[in-house]
């Protein structure tokens, strides 16, 4: 005899219910100043990765509360703005991470759960579904991100940084709020791969052209020459750079990269991630009405420390 909607459906509640039983104990508050708080995800036992956004400029005071594991207090290792991932270091917290998902087989309207933590109440569950699982992407602070995922779940202050996992309780990413207030997921090998360069470095390498640059619109007469209506005005040189090494000079007007047309700051941002350290590229820029091949290698943006 078949079972009935409603008993289906009570024993698809209990599993959600065991599910986060199972899994809470991977998930922990963050206490922040002023009585706010956001979850945590314990990345390895002594480590755990929250959203980097809710963070203060300089934390101070961090404690992290892992449910039946009690109260530690915490450190800010380093986070990664670009990719909204924030790495505390943890003296004694012994949990044990969650499984990881395989990224690749992640699919838009598969279910997902979103798990976080209140220090004064326990677990904070949101449950739904992939509303997208994208391409690569870069975020606006140029960030490489492994893959678009956003949910289609809500998101209170206090959730995030949450866990993102499936129904077999492996971890899927961490849950952060994106712009709209839409719910993304940093994937767990985005976080991965961040977390082992903030270990190793303290920070995220990104590349450093040494120039300050404002927009500007180009003169009608030279827009045919540019195959641009925009570019970006060269307004000082660090006379260390490679910029400097390359010659490009106070004035230029920058218009492409590699040959793609360049039309605003950010996207230059975007450019300029961990991947473009050390690499030779090829600006073209405007100078005295001609245009002009600049040949340069990119450095390393230098640690704000």
């Known amino acids: 005899m078949s079972k009935s909607s409603a008993a289906r459906l009570s024993e698809f509640s209990s599993e959600l219910a065991d599910l986060v039983s199972r899994c809470e104990a991977a998930i ?24 980097a956004e809710p963070l203060d400029d300089e934390p101070t005071g961090l404690r992290v509360v892992a449910g039946t594991a009690g109260e530690y207090e915490a450190k800010l290792i380093a986070r990664d703005p670009s990719t909204d991932v924030a790495l505390l270091g943890v003296d004694g917290l012994a949990v044990e991470a969650l499984p990881m ?42 960030g490489r991100i492994d893959r678009f995922v956003r949910l289609a779940v809500s998101l209170t202050s206090a959730a995030e940084g949450s866990a993102v996992l499936d129904l077999d309780g492996r971890l899927i ?37 040494g120039v300050a640059m404002q927009p500007v619109r180009i003169p009608d007469a030279l827009q045919t020459l540019a195959d641009t209506g925009v570019g970006l005005l060269v307004s000082s040189v660090d006379e260390k750079s490679g910029a400097a090494l390359g010659g490009v000079l106070l004035g230029d007007v920058i218009v492409a990269w590699n040959g793609q047309p360049l039309r605003d700051y950010r996207q230059l941002q975007r450019l300029l991630g961990p991947e473009s350290v050390g690499s030779a590229v090829t ?18 943006r230098p640690s704000s420390g």
């Open 101 to 142: 998902a395989d990224p690749s087989k992640l699919r838009a309207g598969q279910l997902a759960l979103a798990l976080g933590r209140s220090p004064e109440h326990g677990p904070i569950v949101t449950f739904g579904g992939v509303a997208v699982a994208g391409a690569p992407w870069h975020s606006q602070l140029g």
């Open 173 to 209: 990413g961490m849950a952060v709020l994106g712009p709209r207030r839409t719910v993304l997921a940093i994937p767990g090998d985005t976080i991965g791969r961040v977390v082992e360069q903030l270990l190793a470095k303290g920070h995220i390498s990104r590349g450093y052209l």
């Open 28 to 51: 922990v508050a963050v206490r922040l100043r002023g009585g706010r708080s956001v979850s945590g995800i314990v990345w390895r036992p002594g480590h755990v990765v929250t959203a």
């Open 283 to 300: 600006l073209a820029v405007l100078r005295g009405g001609a245009l002009v091949d600049v040949r340069l290698t990119v450095g390393e």
